[in-house]
């Protein structure tokens, strides 16, 4: 076993000082967070909130800069958050009454090492600006949030449903307000009891 | 010109019933006078890994277009997860990617114990490393066999279902179980190792490497393998990038990014192991990416096994209050019984919070997404499974791939559609 030997290797040396030292990102401080610093400065208005728990940090923007704010981060020259790890949403029904969703980004930086979260709060029968021009990873993401949600991304390619199947007329799912079983009577398999069942060599009995 | 003949009955495109699987649906002439295919690959053909269905637009035998339907196996995970409780849903967690049961447990119970500030004890940390990689070897030889069966190499099955059947009877003697293994538990193990375990893991860990020469021996220098996989299926860095495709898809174009590495869970930052990558991005190149990966997976359970054999340490984190208190004081003490009957009847009630955990699968970055109000249950359970995001490259993949590489490309992502379709 070697100690520490393989973590550094991808460690970037930063001079100290220059701002951009890796642990100013975990620092309790966010206002010394490089991403926090760099969007209030650039995007005063659209920059919302940020909020850090068990050491990961998350970014409120606004909904109409969403892929702005993502081109930024990822052609910054220092940042370089260039890896959309995941796209979903949450449906904030029962936790607060307006705006209903938070469409939730995880997005990587692969040259520093750091994990963000960008959050955007949107109502219902709004619409998103799409991340597939600046991450092609995002086409299914963005599907599958559409399919299960019904939030629309506006300038997605190909925006249709994904895991259910293309007439599915029962909404969006994974919104809080449709009910684990569908809305449609849930069909159960010989109800009437119409088809006898076969007794079992062993009990004598049906199944 | 004459028309490009095709081996099916070329069906009238104002006639609408379909006859089976594989058929022609409709065609189109191009500027060039050449037709326009559309070949529905799927949902029953053995080389998609389960129900997927491909729609392809050939020209002639190359596709231009390529169209990936999934949901066949849809069951709506994370809906139902939203009405169980934490410890309830590890066995949901089972049947995503069923060929790898124990590391969707271990993403899915770190997401947990991150979003609970808990933290397993070391010798379980051990273990929970001892499983996962044995399980990375399990997921790889299917792959393997199944990838190379799918191209031709019918005998590769035969013995990479061998050695995964080892691996299989090492679960079994763990937890009991083989395919859906149910193994973790939020804060550790609670139960004892069984008797006969370390010496069934020694006995694997003696064959397996000469195993594996076996399979190098028979595709690495194979001309028919070569010629399948090399230079098909080409995916440049950037656009591995831009897919968002992680695992072995993302280290075969050669960008180094292992969660294991970048982001050190459990105790992998103590173990020796290197991440192979790729030069070209091709088939052949995440082949070889996967068989390295087999080899440092075999190097981590030697190492992990050396120093935790002769450990007795508790295995559980007792002093926690959101884990189950141990069998005996459950059975002699009031208090532990009383917090035994709570956490059984109501479950423990997480922090309000969200937490986003990665962990290295067999097959790229399982993420765990937990939004917690504060109850019993998640808020909101996201699963980011690997193989779902790495078969959106697919499409790429396959513009200007020729027909016959269509199983050879479904193959080098590594997808189980439990997983994909969750």
Not at chain 2, 21 to 39: I, Q
Request: glycine share 8%.
């Amino acid at each position: 076993m070697t100690d520490g030997e393989n973590q550094t290797t991808q460690q970037t040396l930063v001079p100290t000082g220059t701002g951009w030292e890796r642990e100013l990102y975990f620092d309790d401080d966010l206002s010394k967070h490089p991403v926090v610093r760099e969007l209030r400065a650039v995007f005063p208005d659209d920059f919302l909130d940020a909020v850090r728990f068990r050491n990961e940090t998350t970014i409120y923007v606004n909904p109409a800069k969403f892929r702005e704010i993502a081109f930024y981060m990822r052609d910054h020259e220092k940042l370089q958050v260039n890896f959309l790890s995941d796209l979903t949403a949450v449906d904030m029904l029962n936790l607060r009454t307006a705006p209903r969703f938070d469409v939730t980004a995880q997005i990587y930086s692969i040259p520093n090492r750091i994990r963000l979260r960008m959050k955007a709060s949107i109502d219902d029968g709004m619409s998103i600006p799409s991340l597939v021009p600046v991450f092609n990873g995002a086409n299914w993401m963005e599907r599958e949030c559409f399919d299960m949600f019904g939030i629309f991304f506006e300038g997605h390619p190909n925006l249709r449903r994904i895991l259910l199947q293309d007439d599915w007329d029962e909404g969006h799912p994974l919104r809080k307000d449709y009910p684990t079983r569908g809305w449609k009577d849930y069909p159960v398999y010989n109800k009437e009891r119409t088809i006898r069942r076969t007794k079992t060599r062993w009990t004598g009995r049906g199944v | 010109m004459e028309p490009v003949k095709t081996p099916f009955n070329v069906m009238d495109s104002t006639q609408t019933e379909y006859s089976g699987t594989l058929m022609v649906e409709d065609e189109h002439e191009l500027a060039s006078g050449e037709r326009v295919m559309t070949l529905n690959m799927g949902p029953q053909h053995p080389s998609t890994h389960g129900v997927m269905r491909v729609l392809l637009k050939l020209d002639g035998e190359t596709v231009i277009e390529c169209d990936p339907m999934i949901g066949y196996l849809h069951r709506g995970t994370e809906k139902l997860s939203e009405t169980k409780r934490y410890a309830q849903i590890v066995p949901w967690t089972d049947r995503l990617d069923y060929t790898a049961a124990p590391q969707n447990n271990l993403g899915y119970v770190l997401a947990v114990e991150k979003l609970l500030g808990l933290n397993a004890p070391e010798r379980a940390q051990y273990w929970r490393v001892i499983m996962v990689e044995l399980s990375r070897i399990a997921s790889h030889l299917v792959w393997l066999g199944t990838h190379a069966l799918d191209i031709g190499a019918l005998s590769m099955s035969l013995y990479t279902f061998r050695e995964r059947e080892m691996i299989m009877d090492i679960f079994e003697t763990f937890c009991g179980a083989r395919l859906t293994t149910n193994m973790m538990e939020i804060g550790g193990f609670s139960r004892q190792l069984p008797d006969g375990l370390i010496p069934q893991i020694r006995n694997f860990l003696r064959v397996f490497p000469s195993k594996l020469k076996e399979y190098t021996d028979l595709l690495s220098a194979n001309p028919i393998w070569l010629a399948r996989t090399k230079g098909v299926g080409v995916i440049t860095p950037e656009a591995a990038i831009s897919y968002s495709l992680t695992g072995a898809c993302l280290r075969g174009s050669g960008i180094n990014y292992d969660v294991r590495k970048a982001d050190p869970y459990l105790v992998y930052d103590q173990l020796d192991f290197e991440v192979p990558l790729g030069q070209f991005g091709d088939v052949f190149d995440r082949y070889l990416v996967r068989v390295e990966e087999l080899r440092q997976a075999h190097k981590i359970v030697t190492q992990a096994l050396n120093y935790i054999e002769n450990d007795d340490r508790p295995m559980m984190a007792y002093e926690s209050a959101y884990v189950m208190p141990p069998h005996m004081g459950t059975m002699t003490t009031a208090e532990d019984m009383q917090r035994h009957f709570v956490w059984v009847i109501k479950g423990f009630s997480a922090p309000v919070g969200e937490v986003y955990h990665a962990i290295e699968h067999g097959k790229g970055e399982f993420g765990i997404h937990i939004v917690s109000d504060g109850g019993s249950m998640p808020y909101r359970l996201r699963l980011r499974t690997p193989d779902y995001v790495n078969l959106g490259v697919l499409p790429h993949m396959a513009q200007g791939a020729m027909l016959a590489d269509m199983v050879a490309l479904i193959g080098t992502i590594d997808i189980v559609l439990g997983s994909v379709d969750r």
